[in-house]
């Protein structure tokens, strides 16, 4: 069976061309390299992007999308299968079932509260999936650093940086993605 990646990213059309570039890199080298994607179902910003590149290097594309945005220019219509759900959780939970692994690109409210959930699904053992956070343009240094502060705090385990995987480039993503190997970490509820 193929493999599926999940990308959590923005869909805003006003971002600078390197979140783009970005974008499109991943899904050609997610292609290549053998994966489908799975991803919230629109044809703008950074989603459509990364569903152009998958289809540009002859991969698979799963559009999961709510009623609600299924609309005409905000649908990616050329996905190998639309999925259309009632609700923006149900959304989630099915590209959640169809995920081998997650990315986030960079996005805004929407794409923070996917990856940390998905993060925290993974520290309650959940799953034992790859996240990975493409840095683009260093989009994610101050969430890093936010991360290291709760770390620092006392709020979250010193061991539980290895939830997650920040990668510098999508090359950097999708190598890290092959060579996976889920670590044992302790358990959340211990204290």
């Given at each position: ?19 783009f ?13 053998g ?16 569903a ?7 991969g698979?594309?799963?559009a ?35 995920a081998?692994?997650?990315v986030?690109?960079a ?64 090359a ?20």
């Open positions: 069976m193929p493999r599926t990646l999940c990308v959590f990213c923005g869909s805003s059309e006003r971002v600078a061309p390197a979140y570039e970005a974008a499109s890199d991943l899904g050609r080298r997610l292609a290549a390299a994966w489908g994607l799975v991803f919230g179902g629109g044809t703008i910003g950074l989603m459509g992007a990364v152009r590149g998958v289809h540009e290097g002859g698979h594309v799963v999961v999308i709510p009623e609600r945005l299924n609309r005409p220019g905000i649908v990616y219509d050329t996905a190998d299968e639309i999925i259309v759900t009632t609700t923006m959780r149900e959304r989630k939970a099915e590209m959640d079932r169809r081998d692994a997650i986030a690109l996005g805004g409210f929407g794409t923070l509260e996917e990856v940390l959930e998905a993060i925290t699904l993974k520290q309650l053992g959940y799953h034992d999936r790859p996240i990975i956070l493409v840095n683009t343009e260093r989009f994610y240094d101050s969430l890093s650093k936010l991360f290291e502060g709760q770390i620092q705090a006392g709020f979250v385990r010193p061991e539980h940086r290895a939830l997650y995987h920040v990668s510098a480039s999508p950097d993503a999708v190598a890290y993605i092959g060579a996976y190997q889920p670590s044992p970490l302790p358990d959340k509820l211990t204290f």
